[in-house]
């Protein structure tokens, strides 16, 4: 995904986006479509059907769910990433759960903001403690959760490796088999536990206690 980028759309209140300028100063192929208004928004995702969408929590206080839902539904190719100055928003949590694919901290400084955008494009997104236990929670009330799944041995150690941060090369690493291996036993992973991240990941290692909270 990071190197396909060829429209960028990105909702933020500031003329002079932080936001903005950090994605466009990497990805300098792709065309930035900025905007401050939500409707606005809307239209040009309708319209260019952006490669991503950043979206400022701020702008979209008690409607993000409604929101990025809309999104998808009008753009679903999109990948939508959300930002807010507050870990512990509340919003980050209805918006991982309406569909964005992480979250960026923009009181962080602008490489490390860069940073965790290329990491959540690449599939690697990370999770905040304080978030990971209302996605924990969330997940719990459901009906249909599936607490009978078994992994082997091996599975597990890479789960477990995948969900405390680690990225292939280094799980191959540690338990001395290739990289071909990590890819394969991760795929049946992810298909058998029916997801698709490092952060539904993460949620299912601390379910199922191979990692502390």
Known sequence: MSNRLKSIVVLEADTESLLATMATSHY?????????CLKETQKIVKKQKPNLAIIDLCLVDGQVHEFIKALRTSSPETTCIVASYIEEDKDIFQALKAGAKGYLLKDKEQDQ?????????????????????QM?????????FDNDVQLSNRESEILKLIASGHKRAEVAEVLNITLNTVATHLK???????INS???ATLEALRRGLIKK
């Open 198 to 200: 490092r952060a539904e």
């Open 28 to 36: 300098t192929k792709a065309t930035l479509h900025q905007s401050g």
């Open 188 to 194: 049946t992973v992810y298909s058998k536990l029916n």
């Open 113 to 133: 903001i860069l940073k965790h955008l290329v990491n959540i494009l690449d599939g690697q997104p990370t999770v905040a403690p304080a978030i990971a236990y």
């Open 136 to 144: 924990l929670g969330y997940f719990h009330q459901q009906p249909n």
